[in-house]
């Protein structure tokens, strides 16, 4: 069931709402979208099966605001086939996809379009927030990171992420649609975590511009009800396996376009020119993904199942089921640029060489904090 609004004005940003049982917060993000100082903006909410009134109450902020906008109703099939069948129904230049419990200040869309009008930039992100129930900031986006200088490489912009160095994040960044169509990309049907990791970045792998706007201006709701407080083990390792897709998808994409069936020993063959002006970048970050993100990532699983008392056998037996992972350890290296400290780094060898000592480290530390 669809039912909406045409606007009257030319649409240059569609917003894709999905929502899941979210009657308690959605209006306030809606009413952040139509307060914004853009006129000409489409709102999409999905309705991914909600079984409380999150349609009513959509319908209700909505209806009479005089913006253009659609809601759809659906079977519950999860938050990235909602956002795909949002993206789908879009009919803006730029599209940006919102939680429901997340919201904007009214200059946002504004100034993130401004940016990506005046730049060419495919990718516009800017500051963000996390923020309580009450609207008091939890983390601020400056204590952690930074914005660009300008107009940058999206694979220079991912190592940075990789680094932790900016936060491209879902609610705080617009894409150009017609790039996200170029490139086919989608979120992944299925993905129950970290799908907008995977989506954000195979993004920024392929843009050839991403530019910053440097101040916050979304905001983040961090409530202990939402789907990535409470994981169980198996779902730990999903954070794991999206970072393998990614590479999977980086290599491919490397191969596919380059003379060589390596994709870390290239010559450039079938892709235009801004694409081969973009390879060496690829490569860079598809060396950061394997040789510190993965390993990084590993690391950070087993220790916290480690201190959270799971079994060592349990743990073990989890390592030697998975190959990969044992394999992706042994490429760890240090990198100058991230300033690793040497106890992260030791943290990756000992999981490598030394699992049962790792396993067993973790845990007193993990005993310790809890006195």
């Known amino acids: ?94 599209v940006l996809f919102l939680d429901c419990d997340d919201y904007l200040h009214p200059s946002c869309l504004s100034k993130v379009v401004d940016m990506a009008e005046s730049t060419g930039s495919e990718i516009v992100f800017c500051g963000y927030d996390y923020v309580s129930e009450t609207g008091e900031i ?8 930074r914005y660009l200088d300008g107009p940058t490489p999206g694979p220079e912009v991912l190592v940075s992420v990789f680094l932790e160095n900016v936060s491209v994040w879902t609610g705080n960044t617009i894409y150009r649609k017609g790039f996200l169509d170029k490139y086919n990309l989608r979120y ?22 991403v530019s910053s706007v440097n101040e916050v201006l979304s905001f983040y709701l961090q409530r202990p009800s939402s789907v990535t407080s409470t994981v169980s083990l198996p779902k ?12 999977e998808h980086f290599t491919q994409w490397i191969c596919q376009h380059t003379a060589s069936s390596s994709a870390l020993a290239y010559e ?44 060592k056998r349990e743990l073990k037996k989890i390592l030697e089921d998975r190959p990969e992972f044992v394999e992706a350890l042994g490429k760890f290296e240090r990198i100058p640029e991230a300033n690793l400290s040497f106890r992260r780094a030791l943290q990756v060898r000992l999981l490598q060489h030394f699992p049962y000592v790792y396993f067993i480290v973790c845990r007193i530390v993990g005993i310790i904090r809890g006195l």
Do not use: W
């Open 236 to 247: 730990r390792f999903i954070g794991i396996d999206v970072l393998f897709a990614v590479r």
């Open 188 to 209: 992944t049907k299925g993905r129950i975590l970290a799908q907008d990791v995977e989506f954000e970045f195979k993004a920024l792998f392929h843009a050839r511009s």
């Open 268 to 311: 450039v063959e079938d892709v235009s020119v801004g694409e081969a002006d973009l390879l060496p970048l690829q490569v860079q970050a598809l060396e950061y993904l394997d040789k510190y993100m993965i390993p990084l990532g590993l690391a950070g699983v087993f220790g916290s199942l480690s201190s959270e008392g799971y079994p």
């Open 138 to 145: 939890v983390r601020a986006y400056t204590s952690r990171y």
């Open 1 to 94: 069931m669809i039912s909406g609004s045409d606007g009257r004005d030319q649409c240059l940003a569609s917003v894709v709402v999905p929502a899941y049982n979210g009657e308690d917060h959605i209006g306030r993000c809606l009413n952040s979208l139509c307060e914004q100082t853009l006129d000409g903006i489409e709102i999409i909410v999905v309705d991914d099966g909600s079984k409380d009134n999150t349609r009513q109450v959509a319908e209700s902020v909505l209806s009479s605001s005089g913006r253009s906008y659609k809601i759809v109703s659906q079977s519950n099939q999860g938050v990235s086939v909602a956002r795909n069948r949002g993206l789908e129904m879009s009919s803006g230049k730029y």
